[in-house]
């Protein structure tokens, strides 16, 4: 008598777990740490300054007569909001049909978009992107840490920076690439240093954090016996400047570290983060998920950027 198995029948039941499994990283740091303020226009305009450089022979006469001392006025500066959006755009067959994982696949779907626009947001944040003011056929864009940072810089040869001028914000040109070394870490943070900085955070792609994680500065690295943690990471570096945090970002290029004070920067919003239900065309449910925002840089020479960087 033959033995009746289940790949000889039609009717066994599928096996499929009721959770979708989903690794990809959602956070946003820089997003996350900058100040938020509002603009008004597509291009939000702000204001910096320096005080004059301090004179240790200011030394009147007495009795002189009083010179009127050298005044210094504002700088203006400016950068375009960008529209970043996602669209969404299920069937309304789909959000009835029983789906694994979730009861409700338009709100899952609408879920998972709003996260991936914050990333979009982070990326451009932390990027080389120049400004762009758009115009027909062409979207505004704002620009990014990378291109901000044009004073406190370090790059390799045939590098040049960005920087702010005439208006708008310029990506800088890469060089040839160098290994990075804690003398390159050192000497920009002295730089910022000199100019008024005071840097807190220092982000870097995967392979440059485990580069500053091999930094030995004063130390040696050390095992905790009692639980056989060997400890290599370096995450908090302290120079003659300050503790400066070091932080992997997932986003970033790889080839550059940025050096930052997150109160000198804020991200202005034209329009915050929004939902808009799209005329229903076909059969099937759509909206699209949109911000308008700006990188708002309140004094690049609070920071600083190490360029054309490897292992």
Do not use: C
Request: a neutral charge.
């Amino acid at each position: 008598m033959a033995t009746l198995v289940t790949n000889s029948v039609v009717h066994a039941r599928e096996d499929l777990a009721n959770v979708i499994n989903n690794i990809t990283p959602e956070e946003t740091p820089v997003y996350s740490l900058l100040a938020k303020t509002k603009a008004s226009n597509t291009r939000h305009e702000f204001l910096t300054e320096t005080l004059n450089a301090p004179n240790a022979s200011n030394a009147a006469v007495e009795g002189a007569d009083f010179v009127d001392s050298a005044l210094t006025t504002p700088v203006r500066l400016g950068n375009y909001t960008q529209i970043s959006t996602k669209v969404v755009n299920v069937s309304g067959t789909l959000q009835k049909v029983n789906t694994a994982g979730s009861n409700d696949e338009f709100g899952r779907q609408v879920a998972k978009a709003g996260k991936e626009l914050k990333k979009d947001i982070e990326a451009a944040i932390v990027g080389n992107g120049a400004s762009a003011a758009g115009g027909a056929g062409v979207a505004r864009k704002s620009a990014g840490m990378e291109s901000w940072i044009a004073t406190n810089v370090s790059f390799g040869t045939g590098g040049a920076v960005g920087g702010y001028s005439a208006g708008t914000v310029a990506a800088p040109t890469d060089g040839t690439a160098r290994t990075l070394t804690e003398a390159m870490l050192k000497d920009n943070l002295q730089k910022t240093w000199t100019n008024g900085g005071d840097v807190t955070k220092v982000i870097v792609g995967p392979t440059l954090k485990q580069a500053i994680s091999g930094f030995t500065g004063n130390s040696t690295k050390y095992t905790l016996s009692k639980d056989q943690t060997l400890n290599t990471a370096v995450d908090l570096y302290v120079s003659d400047f300050g503790r400066h945090e070091i932080i992997p970002h997932r986003y970033m290029r790889t080839r550059t570290v940025i050096l930052f004070d997150p109160s000198l920067w804020a991200v202005a919003m034209l329009r915050n983060f929004t939902t808009e239900k799209l005329a229903k065309t076909a059969d099937s449910d759509r909206v699209a998920l949109l911000a308008e925002w700006t990188l708002e840089s309140k004094n690049e020479l609070g920071n600083g950027k190490i360029s054309d960087v490897q292992p």
